[in-house]
Nanobody, 127 residues
C-alpha cells in the first residue's frame, strides 16, 4: 500500500521561507511521478509543481516559478517543496500526489492522473 505523508507546514510571515516534505512509503519516489498541489480556502485545488518518474525533471505553475523549488531525495524516499519569499496568497493546504508512471508534461497539472494523495499540510502566511 502506497502512502504519502506531508509535513513542514505552519504559520510564517511574508517573506519567510519554508520547506515542505512528502515522505513516501510502499513505493520508491523514483518510481513515481510526484506532484504538489495546493488549495486555498474557498478555492479549487491547483497544480504547483511536479518531478518526473525516473530521471528527475521538474515543472512549475507559472504563478510560482522562481520562488518554488521541488526536489527529490532518493535515500530518504522523500520529495520536497522549497518555498521562498512567501506571500499571503500562498496560504493554502499543500498536498503531494503520486502516480507510478510517467506523465506527459501537458497532463501533469491534472488531478485525475495521480493515484496517491497525502492528507495535506497547512501553510499560513500572515503578519
Amino acid at each position: 500500500q502506497v502512502q504519502l505523508a506531508e509535513s513542514g507546514g505552519g504559520l510564517v510571515q511574508p517573506g519567510d521561507s519554508l520547506r515542505l516534505s512528502c515522505a513516501a512509503s510502499g513505493l520508491h519516489v523514483t518510481m513515481m511521478t510526484m506532484a504538489w498541489f495546493r488549495q486555498g480556502s474557498g478555492e479549487e485545488r491547483e497544480f504547483v509543481s511536479s518531478v518526473t518518474y525516473g530521471t528527475p525533471t521538474t515543472y512549475y505553475a507559472d504563478s510560482v516559478k522562481g520562488r518554488f523549488t521541488t526536489s527529490r531525495d532518493s535515500a530518504k524516499n522523500t520529495v520536497y517543496l522549497q518555498i521562498d519569499s512567501l506571500k499571503p496568497d500562498d496560504t493554502a493546504v499543500y498536498y503531494c500526489a503520486g502516480v507510478p508512471s510517467g506523465i506527459p508534461p501537458e497532463n501533469m497539472r491534472l488531478e485525475p492522473v495521480y493515484r496517491y494523495w497525502g492528507q495535506g499540510t497547512q501553510v499560513t502566511v500572515s503578519s
